[in-house]
Every structure is written in structure tokens, then in C-alpha cells.
């Protein structure tokens, strides 16, 4: 195995692990004092050993717990993805809320995309289709037919273009919002806090349980880490729900590729 392709920024993660585990192994102990002691006693394993013994088990306990809370965060964000995404994505189609129609952004993914970027179809309102199939109603009953038919198609063709553009805006805002390459600060910075964070929840759930746990000095922090993770996740879903919100990043991004 070539360990110089690993990821080394990703090992941070890992080895923060042992936060949550090293919170988790010591409320264990708080539960019922003197349960390690069978294991101090020891006298066939050296303090190095032990030591070495204690890191391995509170990485693996700390890596489930982020993994266990990442899958549970993930689920809670699929649900109500799932039951009110398509609400929140897919405003009304006013002005106001199709950024995809930003000439300046239009003309940068075309530049991107080259030969597969959509084509430049003028876009048919409601309003504008409800205003022309008027005036056709003005005509002849006989006259009709073949402009209601033109009229029909052109406002397909108008609305098939738009939402290939607006696909293309919906890759680039996720683009914006995780982009696959971060510095290598931002993942030790992350690692950091997810862990923190983890350790927190774990500490504020054994607390309902576990007496000696309930204290301010260590109440006061993890609920502070909790809220902190609740802000990140509200953050997090009214940046992607929001789609203006990242049009400026979008254009910035797009701007330095086309150099």
C-alpha cells in the first residue's frame, strides 16, 4: 500500500477521535468508580502497554460516536429534505428567484461549458404567455388553432432551457457550498470542532444518567458546543436552500477557471 496518496489532512479527523472516546471512557468510569481498576492492576501489561491500550480503544469508541452522530445528522437532513426540499428549492419563478437567469453568470458558464452549455432561448413568462394567448383569443375561432399550437411549443421550449439552465446554477451553488478541495487548515479546523461537538452531545445525553457528570463546568461547554453544531446546521441548510446566496461566489469561482 503507497501511504504517500493518503490523504493526510484526513488523518486529522481520526485522531480527534479521541476526544469524544477519551470523554467517553472517563464518564464510563464515573459511573461506577473503581471499574478500570481490575485493569491498572494488571501487572502482565507495562504502563507503555496500557497506555497504548487506552488510545486504541478511545479512538475506536470516538470514531463510532462522530460516525454514529454523522449518519444521524445525515438522516435528520434527508427527512426534511425529503418532506419540505422541494418547497424551499423550488420557489415561485419570479424574477426574484431564478438567479440562473443572471446574464453575467450566463455568460461565464457558457465560456466554462463550451459547447455544452444550453442554448440562449428567451424566457416566456406566465404572464407574457397569459397575455399573448389573449391576443390570439382575439382572433377568428378558425385563425386559432395553429398560433395556440405555436404558442404551446414556444413556451415549452422556453421552460425545457430555463430548467437546464437552472440545473446548471444547482451544480455550481453545491459546487460553491462543498467544493471537493479545502485547505489543509479547514479540515484540521473541522475535525476539530465535529469532535468537540460530538463529545459534547455524548456528554450532555450521559448526563441524564450518569450523576457525576452534572456539573456546571462541564454542563456550561458541551451545551455551548451544541448549540454551536445547531447553528452550523442552520447555517448550513439557509445557505443551500437560499440560492442567491452564493450567485457572487458562483461568478467569483467561474471568473477565476475562465484565466
Same mark, same amino acid.
Request: charged share 20%; proline share 5%; with cysteine.
Given at each position: 500500500?503507497?501511504?504517500?496518496?493518503?490523504?493526510?489532512?484526513?488523518?486529522?479527523?481520526?485522531?480527534?477521535?479521541?476526544?469524544?472516546?477519551?470523554?467517553?471512557?472517563?464518564?464510563?468510569?464515573? *459511573?461506577?468508580?473503581?471499574?478500570?481498576?481490575?485493569?491498572?492492576?494488571?501487572?502482565?501489561?507495562?504502563?507503555?502497554?496500557?497506555?497504548?491500550?487506552?488510545?486504541?480503544?478511545?479512538?475506536?469508541?470516538?470514531?463510532?460516536?462522530?460516525?454514529?452522530?454523522? @449518519?444521524?445528522?445525515?438522516?435528520?437532513?434527508?427527512?426534511?429534505?425529503?418532506?419540505?426540499?422541494?418547497?424551499?428549492?423550488?420557489?415561485? @419563478?419570479?424574477?426574484?428567484?431564478?438567479? &440562473?437567469?443572471?446574464?453575467?453568470?450566463?455568460?461565464?458558464?457558457?465560456?466554462?461549458?463550451?459547447?455544452?452549455?444550453?442554448?440562449?432561448?428567451?424566457?416566456?413568462?406566465?404572464?407574457?404567455?397569459?397575455?399573448?394567448?389573449?391576443?390570439?383569443?382575439?382572433?377568428?375561432?378558425?385563425?386559432?388553432?395553429?398560433?395556440?399550437?405555436?404558442?404551446?411549443?414556444?413556451?415549452?421550449? *422556453?421552460?425545457?432551457?430555463?430548467?437546464?439552465?437552472?440545473?446548471?446554477?444547482?451544480?455550481?451553488?453545491?459546487?460553491?457550498?462543498?467544493?471537493?478541495?479545502?485547505?489543509?487548515?479547514?479540515?484540521?479546523?473541522?475535525?476539530?470542532?465535529?469532535?468537540?461537538?460530538?463529545?459534547?452531545?455524548?456528554?450532555?445525553?450521559?448526563?441524564?444518567?450518569?450523576?457525576?457528570?452534572?456539573?456546571? &463546568?462541564?454542563?456550561?461547554?458541551?451545551?455551548? &458546543?451544541?448549540?454551536?453544531?445547531?447553528?452550523?446546521?442552520?447555517?448550513? &441548510?439557509? @445557505?443551500?436552500?437560499?440560492?442567491?446566496?452564493?450567485? *457572487?461566489?458562483?461568478?467569483?469561482?467561474?471568473?477565476?477557471?475562465?484565466?
Amino acid at each position: 500500500m503507497d501511504f504517500s496518496k493518503f490523504p493526510l489532512e484526513r488523518l486529522f479527523y481520526f485522531v480527534a477521535g479521541m476526544i469524544p472516546g477519551s470523554a467517553a471512557l472517563v464518564i464510563y468510569g464515573l *459511573s461506577e468508580p473503581g471499574r478500570y481498576d481490575w485493569f491498572f492492576d494488571l501487572r502482565s501489561l507495562g504502563y507503555r502497554t496500557k497506555f497504548a491500550l487506552i488510545l486504541l480503544v478511545a479512538l475506536v469508541i470516538g470514531n463510532s460516536l462522530t460516525v454514529f452522530l454523522n @449518519r444521524i445528522l445525515a438522516a435528520i437532513g434527508g427527512a426534511i429534505g425529503g418532506s419540505k426540499g422541494d418547497k424551499l428549492l423550488k420557489p415561485l @419563478r419570479s424574477e426574484l428567484a431564478t438567479p &440562473w437567469r443572471d446574464a453575467k453568470w450566463r455568460e461565464l458558464v457558457k465560456k466554462e461549458l463550451g459547447d455544452r452549455a444550453p442554448a440562449e432561448v428567451p424566457f416566456i413568462s406566465e404572464w407574457l404567455f397569459e397575455q399573448r394567448r389573449k391576443l390570439i383569443e382575439s382572433l377568428p375561432p378558425a385563425q386559432q388553432t395553429q398560433p395556440v399550437l405555436d404558442l404551446a411549443a414556444e413556451k415549452l421550449k *422556453s421552460d425545457t432551457n430555463d430548467f437546464e439552465w437552472e440545473e446548471w446554477y444547482d451544480h455550481y451553488h453545491q459546487v460553491v457550498i462543498w467544493p471537493s478541495e479545502r485547505p489543509f487548515e479547514w479540515h484540521v479546523q473541522n475535525g476539530f470542532n465535529f469532535n468537540l461537538q460530538a463529545t459534547s452531545l455524548y456528554i450532555l445525553i450521559s448526563a441524564v444518567v450518569v450523576p457525576g457528570v452534572r456539573h456546571w &463546568w462541564c454542563i456550561l461547554p458541551a451545551s455551548l &458546543w451544541a448549540l454551536f453544531l445547531l447553528a452550523e446546521m442552520v447555517f448550513m &441548510w439557509n @445557505r443551500y436552500t437560499k440560492r442567491w446566496s452564493t450567485l *457572487s461566489e458562483q461568478i467569483k469561482l467561474l471568473s477565476q477557471k475562465g484565466r
